[in-house]
């Protein structure tokens, strides 16, 4: 079993930026990802990225998001760039062993951290 504990989340204003953390504790797992809820609507897929460094990103935030992982720190990070109303939601960490095309299906996972809000306002 995998600990994640993200952190880094809060209120912006559209077209500032936020950097999300999520600290893992254990190591089984083969992928971690960022996903997202807004309310009233279902968990999506934001980036994923492999242990080789495999990355994937939701069409809605190419160009805008960036994830990377510090292995040293066994860390995950999200910056959040260009941040638009829509990208309001919390934001889960999620750790697992992801078919090599469903890193972004939330079903593919089986760890989860408590998640962290994210508000953008216009």
């Known amino acids: 079993q995998v600990l994640l504990v993200e952190s880094g989340g809060g209120s912006v204003q559209a077209g500032g930026s936020l950097r999300l953390s999520c600290a893992a504790s254990g190591y089984d797992y083969a992928a971690m990802a960022w996903f997202r809820q807004p309310p009233g609507k279902e968990r999506e897929g934001v980036a994923a990225q492999t242990y080789d460094g495999g990355i994937s990103y939701a069409d809605s935030v190419k160009g805008r998001f960036t994830i990377s992982k510090d292995n040293a720190k066994s860390t995950l990070y999200l910056q959040m760039d260009s941040l638009k109303p829509e990208d309001t939601a919390m934001y889960y960490c999620?750790?697992?062993?992801?078919?090599?095309?469903?890193?972004?299906?939330?079903?593919?996972?089986?760890?989860w951290g408590q998640g962290t809000q994210v508000t953008v306002s216009s």
């Open positions: 999620a750790a697992g062993y992801p078919s090599f095309s469903s890193k972004l299906l939330a079903r593919e996972y089986r760890n």
